[in-house]
């Protein structure tokens, strides 16, 4: 059986299976619905993390102004969050940073630190936008890693061999070609280099249009596991599902097993319909090392936020049965 390598998180948001499905829902999804805050329509595509007991994250909060900023909210069991009305501000050498949008977060604990990496709308482009705080009150702007045009940047939770790992999806403004996972490493945040393509797109028929780094990536004793969206084009629109892949332990920039089958796809009606209909879209998982249990939280059809629940023995067993 696989085993995470990792904390204890006892107080995980957690629900029995009902069937022998690889990963299954929460049965009162979604977590956060609709106008959640004063001003804002609709959250989703959002980080939680465990924080000294308790469950926080920040948040995609798309406001009634149809811009979207980042909010701080915070739950005791996981699963019913309140959020503050202020979006957060971030500092740069001692000045507010001001945002054009700001969306699709994430956030990774590396050693004290809690990284916030979003999409941001950096002089017109979108960039990758990397901050940090240590009490989800005060945040600083570390750097913009990349070149625009580049989005969902996600950072591994620990150093590998004293560098730093990002995850990101080189891209243009708009739904094309641009559909591929790269991996690039730094040894101080800051300057990015050694660019390597991981994962293409196109690899079965539910994620040929693109791919994206969902989830920081979770260690096991079987490598690096990572949960990632994939999307495809129909003849009614996108579809974004939910996918699943083993790097090596070692060196992340080796695949070891990539799943074939999608893990979860729109089924259910607030993933089918909503402001962007027939999307998937996982950010955050919280992980229990003891149990091996995983929550997933996840964007649905761009409207609300759901919760998703696996094991990693279940998960891994699935790409190792349908892997290559």
């Not at 804002?40 to 900023?69: D, L």
């Not at 070609?177 to 790269?182: E, H, M, Q, R």
């Not at 089958?261 to 955050?284: D, K, R, S």
Request: charged share 25%; proline share 6%.
């Amino acid at each position: 059986m696989a085993r995470i390598i990792g904390d204890t998180l006892k107080n995980i948001p957690w629900q029995e299976p009902t069937s022998d499905a690889p990963v299954w829902r929460y049965s009162l999804n979604p977590v956060i619905g609709r106008n959640p805050v004063e001003n804002v329509a609709r959250i989703f595509n959002s980080a939680v993390v465990p924080y000294k007991g308790k469950f926080v994250g920040v948040f995609r909060g798309e406001t009634v102004t149809g811009v979207p900023y980042l909010y701080y909210g915070e739950s005791l069991d996981g699963i019913r969050f309140t959020f503050n009305k202020e979006r957060i501000r971030f500092y740069e050498n001692g000045k507010e940073y001001v945002f054009q949008y700001a969306y699709d977060p994430r956030v990774v604990k590396v050693e004290d630190d809690y990284y916030v990496i979003w999409c941001d709308g950096k002089d017109g482009y979108p960039s990758i936008g990397l901050g940090k705080t240590r009490d989800f009150i005060n945040y600083e702007i570390v750097s913009h890693p990349f070149l625009p045009f580049n989005r969902n940047g996600v950072l591994f939770p620990e150093k590998i061999d004293g560098k730093y790992y990002m995850l990101s999806r080189p891209s243009d403004s708009g739904h094309t070609k641009f559909g591929d996972i790269f991996i690039s490493e730094s040894k101080d945040l800051i300057y990015w280099g050694k660019h390597e393509l991981l994962m293409r797109c196109g690899y079965e028929w539910w994620q040929t249009l693109k791919i994206g780094a969902g989830c920081a990536p979770i260690k096991t004793d079987e490598g690096w596991l990572i949960i990632y969206h994939g999307a495809n084009m129909t003849c009614s629109g996108y579809v974004y599902s939910l996918g699943a892949a083993l790097l090596d332990k070692d060196d992340p920039k080796k695949v070891r097993l990539r799943c074939t089958n999608f893990l979860l796809t729109p089924e259910e009606p607030y993933e089918t319909c909503g402001f962007v209909p027939n999307v998937i879209f996982p950010c955050a998982a919280l992980c229990d090392a003891e149990s091996g249990r995983i929550a997933v939280y996840y964007g649905g059809a761009d409207t609300v936020v759901g919760l998703a629940f696996t094991t990693v023995d279940r998960i891994v067993d699935y790409i190792k049965k349908y892997g290559r």
